[in-house]
């Protein structure tokens, strides 16, 4: 059997995810969706007294998981919810193909902890936007082009940033968001030195922005209530 378990926005698991976990053979975690969880494998062999091994996205989208799932129970653990990746759906249509029976077991996504964390009405956001880090002959603009499209039609954007080869910075997304007038920035959501900056982005640019991972969500108009709450963050 194969176990799909999130691990959610800062590696609280739940009770169900926990008593999953427990049950498996082998368990796996993938870092490359959320980096950061990889300081968290020893909580988590220590919860669970089993060993976590660390597998890479080839690994996962190819049939090594579920070669041994067909034998054993094996967890795959991924940050946030492990259906926000379509990799995992994926997994899940393979191994249907395959007979094996899979749980998933869900947990917070940066999706919604997002848009609370900003006090921003979840409704309101648009299509979602992911900045790749830069690399040599290589400047997809499709990310700016629905953050345009959202503005247009008075939409939140959530902008995911690029995990490979390093978490991005946040400064380096102002950097490429720097069109838009702006920006929410959000640093380790759910850890205790969480930090969420709002503010233009020329006055982002200048302020401690704390550490990766971070999220950037560019507001469209501000509803009065959600303008209210975001001025808790504008002057910190």
Do not use: W
């Not at 427990?22 to 020893?42: A, G, M, Q, S």
């Amino acid at each position: 059997m194969l176990y799909l378990i999130g691990a959610g926005i800062s590696g609280d698991f739940t009770s169900g995810g926990v008593e999953a976990l427990k049950k498996c053979d082998e368990i796996y975690i993938e870092v490359y969706t959320n980096p950061p969880l990889e300081n968290k494998i020893k909580d988590i062999e220590k919860l669970t007294g089993k060993q976590v091994m660390k597998i890479d996205r080839k690994e996962v989208e190819s049939d090594f998981l579920l070669g041994y799932a067909k034998e054993k129970n094996v967890a795959l653990i991924s940050g946030g919810d492990p259906l926000t990746a379509t990799t995992h759906i994926t997994l899940i249509i393979d191994a249907r193909k395959q007979n094996i029976p899979v749980e998933v077991i869900h947990n917070s996504s940066i999706y919604t902890a997002a848009a609370g964390k900003s006090g921003l009405q979840i409704y309101r956001f648009g299509k979602t936007a992911s900045l790749v880090n830069p690399r040599p002959n290589y400047k997809p603009t499709s990310s700016l082009d629905i953050i345009r499209n959202n503005l247009k039609a008075d939409m939140h954007s959530l902008v995911l940033l690029d995990t490979e080869p390093q978490p991005m910075d946040a400064k380096t997304a102002l950097e490429l968001l720097s069109e838009f007038q702006t920006a929410i920035i959000l640093s380790r959501l759910g850890e205790n030195d969480e930090k969420i900056n709002y503010g233009t982005i020329d006055e982002l640019k200048k302020k401690n922005l704390g550490k990766p991972p971070f999220s950037v969500i560019i507001p469209a108009k501000l509803h009065p209530i959600e303008e209210e709450y975001l001025g808790a963050f504008l002057h910190k």
